[in-house]
């Protein structure tokens, strides 16, 4: 009988922790590491794999290449992104494509508060300015407060889930688009379902939390732009194309909303020349929402808990294709 083998395609700059091979060897896992950036290469190391696993950015694990893939019946994506993944091709396939969303999202949703607070507290612009020796706050006054206020979020999966509990002594009324979401499942965290209209119209703070797919490409363009109220905060910690970049910076400039907390962006790093930059009303930080002192132990942790699922022939505890026909058996 063939071992159950996993091929680790791309560590992201990673090193592989020693204690995470002792339980897959325990449970007859052969586990094989090569950072693949080629199609021969994953041919090699990864053709006869019956998971394929990658740890963030890859450089082979395209559409074109799947086919090197003979045995493969999962790939793990550690995160919870999967927007890197050719997700249509691999359902196909009857690839089932997993994820680790919580090893993110406890540091993300401590980021998305992070940058509400930056923002109504207007705490980067006065940091600046008191070390430039500008001791006024005319120069930034802290125009808004949170409490009694409407929190609106695009998107409804585990951040916001858990950002609505964190922030709910701020006593916020909480309104929520997501399409594959229940009013029901909403109301137990609550939160009330809204179309994705309402959530730009009747908040004061979005936060869009959303994976990108084909369809939440530029999910937020300028008509939804034009819908904010001018004192409007706007956080994205999901993935920059979700928001339009150029109408998201014409928003900005011409004060359809007040302005924005960014972790992500259409480019990155960040084109040195991007309008964004020289704006004292955006927060940016980059791509740090998902990080932590222990989000690289959870990475790990999830990940091989996810392998020793799929190796006994368990659902995972989180996947992305919910529409796939695996090509194995799964209880």
């Given at each position: 009988?063939?071992?159950?083998?996993?091929?680790?395609?791309?560590?992201?700059?990673?090193?592989?922790?020693?204690?995470?091979?002792?339980?897959?060897?325990?449970?007859?896992?052969?586990?094989?590491?090569?950072?693949?950036?080629?199609?021969?290469?994953?041919?090699?190391?990864?053709?006869?794999?019956?998971?394929?696993?990658v740890m963030g950015s890859h450089e082979c694990l395209y559409a074109e290449n799947l086919d090197v893939l003979t045995r493969c019946g999962a790939i793990l994506?550690?995160?919870?992104?999967?927007?890197?993944?050719?997700?249509?091709?691999?359902?196909?396939?009857?690839?089932?494509?997993?994820?680790?969303?919580?090893?993110?999202?406890?540091?993300?949703?401590?980021?998305?508060?992070?940058?509400?607070?930056?923002?109504?507290?207007?705490?980067?612009?006065?940091?600046?300015?008191?070390?430039?020796?500008?001791?006024?706050?005319?120069?930034?006054?802290?125009?808004?407060?949170?409490?009694?206020?409407?929190?609106?979020?695009?998107?409804?999966?585990?951040?916001?889930?858990?950002?609505?509990?964190?922030?709910?002594?701020?006593?916020?009324?909480?309104?929520?688009?997501?399409?594959?979401?229940?009013?029901?499942?909403?109301?137990?965290?609550?939160?009330?379902?809204?179309?994705?209209?309402?959530?730009?119209?009747?908040a004061d703070f979005i936060s869009v939390n959303c994976p990108l797919t084909k369809d939440t490409r530029h999910l937020i363009g300028e008509k939804e732009l034009?819908?904010?109220?001018?004192?409007?905060?706007?956080?994205?910690?999901?993935?920059?194309?979700?928001?339009?970049?150029?109408?998201?910076?014409?928003?900005?400039?011409?004060?359809?909303?007040?302005?924005?907390?960014?972790?992500?962006?259409?480019?990155?790093?960040?084109?040195?020349?991007?309008?964004?930059?020289?704006?004292n009303n955006v927060v940016l930080t980059p791509h740090i929402g998902g990080y932590s002192d222990e989000s690289t132990d959870l990475f790990w942790r999830l990940?091989?808990?996810?392998?020793?699922?799929?190796?006994?022939?368990?659902?995972?505890?989180?996947?992305?294709?919910?529409?796939?026909?695996?090509?194995?058996?799964?209880?």
């Amino acid at each position: 009988m063939n071992r159950f083998k996993v091929a680790l395609v791309a560590l992201n700059n990673q090193t592989l922790p020693t204690w995470v091979s002792e339980p897959l060897a325990q449970a007859g896992v052969e586990l094989v590491v090569h950072d693949c950036t080629t199609r021969a290469e994953l041919a090699q190391y990864a053709g006869d794999a019956d998971v394929v696993w990658v740890m963030g950015s890859h450089e082979c694990l395209y559409a074109e290449n799947l086919d090197v893939l003979t045995r493969c019946g999962a790939i793990l994506r550690s995160g919870s992104g999967t927007d890197n993944i050719p997700m249509a091709e691999a359902t196909a396939l009857g690839l089932l494509v997993a994820n680790t969303p919580g090893a993110t999202s406890d540091s993300v949703s401590d980021h998305v508060i992070g940058l509400l607070f930056a923002l109504t507290r207007q705490v980067a612009l006065h940091d600046k300015l008191v070390r430039q020796g500008i001791w006024s706050p005319k120069h930034g006054w802290p125009d808004w407060h949170i409490r009694h206020k409407t929190l609106g979020l695009v998107g409804f999966g585990h951040i916001p889930r858990m950002l609505v509990k964190k922030l709910s002594g701020f006593e916020m009324t909480v309104r929520a688009y997501d399409p594959f979401v229940s009013a029901d499942a909403m109301a137990q965290y609550g939160a009330q379902a809204a179309s994705l209209d309402m959530v730009m119209a009747e908040a004061d703070f979005i936060s869009v939390n959303c994976p990108l797919t084909k369809d939440t490409r530029h999910l937020i363009g300028e008509k939804e732009l034009r819908r904010m109220k001018p004192k409007t905060l706007l956080i994205n910690t999901s993935r920059g194309p979700v928001i339009d970049e150029p109408a998201l910076i014409h928003a900005l400039t011409e004060g359809w909303l007040a302005g924005a907390g960014l972790d992500v962006f259409e480019q990155e790093p960040i084109d040195p020349n991007n309008p964004l930059l020289k704006m004292n009303n955006v927060v940016l930080t980059p791509h740090i929402g998902g990080y932590s002192d222990e989000s690289t132990d959870l990475f790990w942790r999830l990940s091989l808990e996810t392998v020793l699922d799929l190796s006994q022939g368990r659902w995972p505890r989180s996947y992305v294709n919910h529409d796939v026909k695996p090509r194995w058996t799964l209880t």
